[in-house]
Nanobody
Framework: QVQLVESGGGSVHPGGSLRLSCIVS????????MGWFRQAPGKEREGVAI????????YREDYVKGRFTISKDNAANTLYLQMNRLKPEDTGMWYC????????????????????WGQGSQVTVSS
């Protein structure tokens, strides 16, 4: 059974930093696409960054603007999202996700076909 468990969320002031982590268990295939999605209050979930098994990354650049970095530690079965220069609009529930294939076109969109999802980690940015 595949499980994704996020951690690292919290409350910070604008301009602060957080690092989200997602530990994956039960998945052994060498092909995958993993990502981070954000769901703001009252809005649909949307992708922020994705990474595949080869380390190829894609960001929603109009949103990220160089502030976030997605990475993975294969030995630790862990996905990360380093978030710097946080803004109030980053507030929301942040989800880790995994699919059992390489990343496809358009997989930052709300309807991306990711198969597995974590429970989410709350991020609140306010002064």
């Amino acid at each position: 059974q595949v499980q994704l468990v996020e951690s690292g969320g919290g409350s910070v002031h604008p301009g602060g930093s957080l690092r989200l982590s997602c530990i994956v268990s039960g998945y052994t295939d060498t092909r995958y696409c993993m990502g981070w999605f954000r769901q703001a209050p009252g809005k649909e979930r949307e992708g922020v960054a994705i990474i595949d098994a080869n380390g190829w990354t894609t960001y929603r650049e109009d949103y990220v603007k160089g502030r976030f970095t997605i990475s993975k530690d294969n030995a630790a079965n862990t996905l990360y999202l380093q978030m710097n220069r946080l803004k109030p609009e980053d507030t929301g529930m942040w989800y880790c996700t995994l699919h059992d294939s390489s990343c496809g076109r358009g997989w930052l969109k709300p309807n991306a076909p990711f198969k597995y999802w974590g429970q989410g980690s709350q991020v609140t940015v306010s002064s």
